[in-house]
């Protein structure tokens, strides 16, 4: 199976802030990465797919980047609605999420 | 309005068996893959099992894969795990996705999930 690990685990940041989480695989998995949000009591949503292709309705502050085994997840200005733990997933094989970076406010 | 509604969880044993089912509405069924992910109080997210739009190809995650099946039927619109010698570690909500394509995954569309509590 290939593995994903994120980066960090947890962030505190400020509304405004620019936050980054990193996801990489263990091994080559081409952009075939997926970012998905997910708030307490909440099913999972998914803002991006194929690594950078932004779902319909998600705010463009969301971008993905990245490719083979290191990918990037970055709100460009964080908002209120955006403290939440998100989770990237690839589906190049049998689909594995990684362990969920949770950003809170600081 | 695309909506996915699981059911079936419960309360059972180590090693008894439960079937979850989950119904879909609002969108054309059988032009998409659909999975179970799973997740337990506290955790992260799991994927657990997926099967393609026509059902002639499924996966399994290797921490089910023997004891869990995954099926559909396109004409109820519905899509079904059948879990057998439960664990207590296979103790989660069981949420239903939709793949956004044929295949696996992504995963667009979630129901809220069923909850499967696995206690002696």
């Known amino acids: 199976d290939i593995q994903m690990t994120q980066s960090p685990s947890s962030l505190s940041a400020s509304v405004g802030d620019r936050v980054t989480i990193t996801c990489r695989a263990s091994q080559s998995i081409s952009t075939s990465l997926n970012w998905y949000q997910q708030k307490p009591g909440k099913a999972p949503t998914l803002l991006i797919s194929?690594?950078?292709t932004l779902q319909s309705g998600v705010p463009s502050r969301f971008s993905g980047s990245g490719s083979r085994t290191d990918f990037t997840l970055t709100i460009s200005s964080l908002q209120p609605e955006d403290f939440a733990t998100y989770y990237c997933?690839?589906?190049?094989?049998?689909?594995?999420f990684g362990p969920g970076t949770k950003v809170d406010m600081k | 309005e695309v909506q996915l509604v699981e059911s079936g969880g419960g309360v059972v044993r180590p090693g008894e068996s439960l079937r979850l089912s989950c119904t879909a509405s609002?969108?054309?069924?059988?032009?998409?893959?659909m999975s179970w992910v799973r997740q337990a109080p506290g955790k992260g997210l799991e994927w657990v099992s997926g099967?393609?739009?026509?059902?002639?190809?499924?996966a399994y995650a290797d921490s089910v894969k023997g004891r869990f099946t995954i099926s559909r039927n396109n004409a109820k619109n519905s899509l079904y795990l059948h879990m057998v010698r439960l664990r207590a570690e296979d103790t989660a909500f069981y949420h239903c996705?939709?793949?956004?394509?044929?295949?696996?995954?992504?995963?667009?569309?979630w129901g809220q999930g069923t909850l499967v509590t696995v206690s002696s």
């Open positions: 997933q690839q589906t190049y094989s049998t689909p594995f």
């Open positions: 609002g969108f054309t069924f059988d032009d998409h893959g």
């Open positions: 996705a939709r793949g956004k394509h044929g295949g696996y995954g992504p995963q667009d569309y």
């Open positions: 194929a690594a950078s």
């Open positions: 099967i393609n739009w026509k059902g002639g190809s499924t």
